[in-house]
């Protein structure tokens, strides 16, 4: 009955999107990839990027474990292969994090979170991620939506010369019984049409061993021993279809993704309880559709359509603590119309128009079945002088809810700017400076989600949305030191630092409902202020023609306080202190070694001392930790013989094989992420990939 739907669904939203069109770009689709030093069109406040081969060598099974090399973001991650990898972006909350994988953004009207475990990095070309939004105007009104952003942009076919089908698989297995194939096929249909199918499946017994200890208040030790961790299965299968064309001043893509997994849910070591019995089901579809068009010689048009249909069933069988059974089944229809004018070659203005429409069924008792009818309208404008860019926006949010039973929630309705510039100073002749300022202002807001609003005893339909209010200032420095007799070994550098403010205001928290500390409410009383710096920096070394170094350096300081009002004794020891899980001081680095057919990266990830909860008491201290990471791989050189194509030229061998062997924690380090969820020790990863 779901596949069904879906599927139905899916057919009709392609029928729909392919009688559009978008941007032909034949001059970009004969080229080899190459990586683009020069500036990107407007980008006023850029990017932190992943992509290609520096994305593949990182030590990272899914997007979340990627995403850690960032600076400024904060995973939450509860263990082993299929354990809940959540995102936070400079301490303002999970829920105010937008994903967007090709365009569009991935929605939870539910809970406001999004599980970045379950994408894979086998068919995802390039991972970046944007504080405050993304530098650019021609866009949907839900890319303006968010405090950040995480675009993640699957592979498009490309073909090399003479070529009409590619083919990629991979075959990983290691440590907690891992078996991870996975296949990504790409065809050209015509010049102007192909499609890529990727498909993958997952299982681990999520098994390793771990050691725990616990320390009492006055030092001693309460514990200390050796486990093994129980109930982190996971089989999950994952397919993706697309369909990519070009048309004269255009471009369209059809995407269908469908993912289906069963997983134990290992729980939190409390109360010497080693092992629990909780199983998580997880049934998530969607297909989406994208058409790009110049329509006149200064006018544009783009527009998306969605249809997800989520479904989750959580059981705990486990009676001594509450016997659960319960299904959610969330879906979502999205369409937006994007429209860019320009002015003057320098001044660009938008205006986009979203629709959004979300609904939750579940088997909850005295469930309301909530439905929720969203508009966005996003007016945008770009201004660019020689050495000024500016862009500026406003967001209108027009939110209209029904529930089937009981007070009808009171309509929303919001208006939040930004303001965006980017300057660079010391203009040289027809030069500029390699140095770039930068500063954004942004107030933005997140809907309380359904679950805040609805759950049963314990959502407040009278929240208020949960304001946040952001500050930066920073700088950019790029400069290349190649030159045409290539005596300089450091061929680029690059460095970044911004320090930035940012406040929370009505944040929806838990509080004990009544006289009694067992039953929940939640309220609009957090207020968060956080203060902090990010700072990066890459080097690109050249020693010589086939070997090349790459390294990378992230830091992050962070103070985030919460000055939440407090009401009894436990609270005002909260006030003012460092809010739960975010370290003062993280990091990463990253070195790269190429040398002919061999690559070796070794990765670093440092976070420091924290709290476990806002009272910053010894007994919620968390000890720093990090982790050392080794992959080496080396692609077997093509054999004797290259076939050639009808013009005599040597073409792509059929088939090249690449071995990579992946060693992380090195030093086994024994940590938490979240308190009473231990991370895995030394473990070990075999990967083969297949390039056809």
Same mark, same amino acid.
């Given at each position: 009955?779901?596949?069904?739907?879906?599927?139905?669904?899916?057919?009709?939203?392609?029928?729909?999107?392919?009688?559009? /069109?978008?941007?032909?770009?034949?001059?970009?689709?004969?080229?080899?990839?190459?990586?683009?030093?020069? &500036?990107?069109?407007?980008?006023?406040?850029?990017?932190?990027?992943?992509?290609?081969?520096?994305?593949?060598?990182?030590?990272?099974?899914?997007?979340?474990?990627?995403?850690?090399?960032?600076?400024?973001?904060?995973?939450?991650?509860?263990?082993?292969?299929?354990?809940?990898?959540? %995102?936070?972006?400079?301490?303002?909350?999970?829920?105010?994090?937008?994903?967007?994988? &090709?365009?569009?953004?991935?929605?939870?009207?539910?809970?406001?979170?999004? &599980?970045?475990?379950?994408?894979?990095?086998?068919?995802?070309?390039?991972?970046?991620?944007?504080?405050?939004?993304?530098?650019?105007?021609?866009?949907?009104?839900?890319?303006?939506?968010?405090?950040?952003?995480?675009?993640?942009?699957?592979?498009?076919?490309?073909?090399?010369?003479?070529?009409? !089908?590619?083919?990629?698989?991979?075959?990983?297995?290691?440590?907690?019984?891992?078996?991870?194939?996975?296949?990504?096929?790409?065809?050209?249909?015509?010049?102007?049409?192909?499609?890529?199918?990727?498909?993958?499946?997952?299982?681990?017994?999520?098994?390793?061993?771990?050691?725990?200890?616990?320390?009492?208040?006055?030092?001693?030790?309460?514990?200390?021993?050796?486990?093994?961790?129980?109930?982190?299965?996971?089989?999950?299968?994952?397919?993706? @279809?697309?369909?990519?064309?070009?048309?004269?001043?255009?471009?369209?893509? *059809?995407?269908?993704?469908?993912?289906?997994?069963?997983?134990?849910?290992?729980?939190?070591?409390?109360?010497?309880?080693?092992?629990?019995?909780?199983?998580?089901?997880?049934?998530?579809?969607?297909?989406?559709?994208?058409?790009?068009?110049?329509?006149?010689?200064?006018?544009?048009?783009?527009?998306?359509?969605?249809?997800?249909?989520?479904?989750?069933?959580?059981?705990?069988?486990?009676?001594?603590?509450?016997?659960?059974?319960?299904?959610?089944?969330?879906?979502?229809?999205? /369409?937006?119309?994007?429209?860019?004018?320009?002015?003057?070659?320098?001044?660009? %203005?938008?205006?986009?128009?979203?629709?959004?429409?979300?609904?939750?069924?579940?088997?909850?008792?005295?469930?309301?079945?909530?439905?929720?009818?969203?508009?966005?309208? /996003?007016?945008?404008?770009?201004?660019?002088?020689?050495?000024?860019?500016?862009?500026?926006?406003?967001?209108?949010?027009?939110?209209?809810?029904?529930?089937?039973?009981?007070?009808?929630?009171?309509?929303?309705?919001?208006?939040?700017?930004?303001?965006?510039?980017?300057?660079?100073?010391?203009?040289?002749?027809?030069?500029?400076?390699?140095?770039?300022?930068?500063?954004?202002?942004?107030?933005?807001?997140?809907?309380?989600?359904?679950?805040?609003?609805?759950?049963?005893?314990?959502?407040?339909?009278?929240?208020?949305?949960?304001?946040? !209010?952001?500050?930066?200032?920073?700088?950019?420095? &790029?400069?290349?030191?190649?030159?045409?007799?290539?005596?300089?070994?450091?061929?680029?550098?690059?460095?970044?630092?911004?320090?930035?403010?940012?406040?929370?205001?009505?944040?929806?928290?838990?509080?004990?409902?009544?006289?009694?500390?067992?039953?929940?409410?939640?309220?609009?009383?957090?207020?968060?202020?956080?203060?902090?710096?990010?700072?990066?920096?890459?080097?690109?070394?050249?020693?010589?023609?086939?070997?090349?170094?790459?390294?990378?350096?992230?830091?992050?300081?962070?103070?985030?306080?919460?000055?939440?009002?407090?009401?009894?004794?436990?609270?005002?020891?909260?006030?003012?202190?460092?809010?739960?899980?975010?370290?003062?001081?993280?990091?990463?680095?990253?070195?790269?070694?190429?040398?002919?057919?061999?690559?070796?990266?070794?990765?670093?990830?440092?976070?420091?001392?924290?709290?476990?909860?806002?009272?910053? *008491?010894?007994?919620?201290?968390?000890?720093?930790?990090?982790?050392?990471?080794?992959?080496?791989?080396? %692609?077997?050189?093509?054999?004797?013989?290259?076939?050639?194509?009808?013009? @005599?030229?040597?073409?792509?061998?059929?088939?090249?094989?690449?071995?990579? *062997?992946?060693?992380?924690?090195?030093?086994?380090?024994?940590?938490?992420?979240?308190?009473?969820?231990?991370?895995?020790?030394?473990?070990?990863?075999?990967?083969?990939?297949?390039?056809?």
């Amino acid at each position: 009955m779901f596949l069904g739907r879906a599927f139905g669904a899916g057919i009709l939203l392609a029928y729909g999107t392919i009688t559009f /069109a978008q941007n032909k770009l034949d001059s970009i689709r004969m080229l080899d990839e190459v990586t683009v030093v020069a &500036d990107r069109y407007r980008e006023v406040i850029p990017s932190q990027r992943l992509s290609g081969e520096k994305l593949e060598s990182l030590n990272s099974f899914s997007v979340a474990d990627a995403i850690r090399y960032f600076s400024g973001v904060q995973i939450k991650d509860y263990g082993g292969i299929g354990g809940l990898k959540t %995102v936070d972006i400079r301490s303002m909350g999970t829920n105010h994090m937008g994903v967007f994988y &090709d365009g569009i953004q991935l929605g939870n009207a539910q809970n406001g979170q999004i &599980d970045l475990g379950k994408f894979s990095l086998d068919n995802i070309e390039e991972i970046s991620l944007y504080n405050g939004q993304k530098s650019e105007i021609f866009q949907s009104a839900k890319d303006f939506g968010s405090a950040g952003t995480i675009y993640l942009r699957t592979r498009r076919p490309k073909f090399e010369n003479g070529k009409n !089908t590619n083919i990629k698989s991979f075959f990983r297995t290691g440590s907690f019984d891992l078996v991870n194939p996975s296949v990504l096929w790409e065809q050209k249909l015509t010049e102007d049409i192909a499609f890529n199918v990727n498909a993958e499946y997952i299982y681990s017994s999520g098994k390793y061993k771990f050691r725990y200890h616990k320390r009492l208040p006055e030092g001693t030790i309460a514990w200390d021993t050796t486990a093994v961790r129980q109930n982190g299965d996971i089989h999950s299968v994952r397919l993706e @279809g697309g369909l990519h064309g070009f048309i004269e001043q255009g471009k369209w893509n *059809i995407k269908a993704y469908f993912y289906d997994s069963e997983k134990g849910i290992p729980g939190a070591i409390v109360n010497n309880v080693w092992k629990r019995s909780q199983r998580q089901w997880d049934r998530n579809f969607f297909t989406q559709g994208s058409f790009q068009k110049q329509l006149f010689a200064n006018y544009d048009i783009l527009v998306n359509l969605k249809y997800a249909n989520d479904w989750m069933r959580y059981l705990n069988p486990d009676t001594t603590l509450m016997y659960l059974d319960n299904a959610f089944l969330q879906q979502e229809i999205y /369409a937006s119309f994007a429209n860019k004018y320009t002015i003057l070659p320098n001044w660009d %203005v938008s205006l986009s128009a979203d629709y959004q429409w979300n609904t939750l069924n579940s088997n909850l008792k005295d469930f309301v079945y909530p439905t929720r009818n969203t508009v966005l309208a /996003a007016l945008a404008t770009a201004f660019e002088w020689p050495r000024l860019k500016v862009q500026a926006s406003l967001l209108g949010t027009f939110i209209f809810e029904n529930v089937k039973h009981g007070n009808r929630p009171v309509d929303k309705q919001e208006y939040t700017p930004a303001v965006f510039l980017s300057y660079k100073p010391f203009a040289r002749a027809k030069n500029l400076s390699p140095l770039r300022l930068r500063a954004f202002y942004k107030r933005i807001f997140r809907m309380p989600t359904f679950n805040d609003l609805y759950y049963t005893d314990i959502g407040n339909i009278k929240l208020r949305p949960e304001y946040t !209010t952001q500050y930066n200032l920073g700088f950019q420095y &790029d400069k290349s030191l190649e030159n045409d007799k290539g005596i300089n070994p450091l061929a680029t550098i690059t460095f970044r630092a911004d320090a930035y403010y940012n406040e929370v205001t009505d944040k929806i928290i838990a509080v004990p409902k009544g006289n009694g500390q067992y039953r929940w409410m939640m309220m609009n009383l957090g207020n968060v202020e956080i203060r902090g710096v990010d700072i990066s920096g890459q080097i690109a070394w050249k020693l010589s023609a086939s070997v090349q170094i790459n390294t990378s350096l992230n830091y992050t300081f962070q103070k985030a306080q919460d000055f939440t009002k407090p009401k009894t004794e436990t609270e005002k020891i909260a006030y003012g202190g460092q809010i739960a899980y975010i370290p003062w001081h993280s990091g990463s680095a990253i070195v790269n070694t190429v040398w002919r057919s061999w690559n070796l990266n070794y990765s670093f990830i440092y976070v420091g001392e924290r709290y476990h909860n806002s009272s910053n *008491i010894r007994e919620n201290y968390e000890q720093p930790w990090y982790t050392h990471d080794l992959t080496l791989s080396f %692609v077997i050189p093509a054999k004797a013989g290259i076939p050639r194509n009808n013009r @005599g030229l040597r073409v792509k061998p059929a088939m090249t094989t690449k071995i990579s *062997i992946e060693v992380n924690n090195i030093l086994n380090q024994q940590y938490d992420v979240v308190l009473n969820y231990p991370m895995p020790g030394r473990n070990y990863k075999l990967i083969l990939k297949l390039d056809i």
